[in-house]
């Protein structure tokens, strides 16, 4: 969904690892539900993604109606 982080790419080490690549995670800070797909579905419905397995914290903004700009490898202060 829009605002989450969506789905990973294929989990390596053995299940323990998994990775978004380059993709940006943009979405409230928050605590997000992580979700499995079973290898031979098509894990594009939720009804694919039976087995919850654990937590993820996303730290960032909340609520993200805030109005402050960093640029990207600067230092970037709030007061």
């Known amino acids: 969904a829009s605002g989450q982080p969506g789905l990973s ?3 390596f080490g053995h299940g323990s690892e ?4 380059a993709t940006p995670i943009t979405g409230m800070g928050g605590e997000y539900r ?3 797909c079973a290898e031979g579905f098509s894990c594009s419905i ?3 993604f039976r087995v919850d397995f654990g937590r993820l914290d ?5 609520p993200l109606v805030q109005r402050r700009t960093c640029v990207s490898g600067q230092p970037c202060a709030f007061q």
């Open 9 to 11: 790419l294929q989990a």
């Open 18 to 21: 998994f990775s978004w690549g």
């Open 34 to 36: 992580m979700c499995w």
């Open 46 to 48: 939720v009804l694919e």
């Open 58 to 62: 996303l730290v960032g903004p909340a």
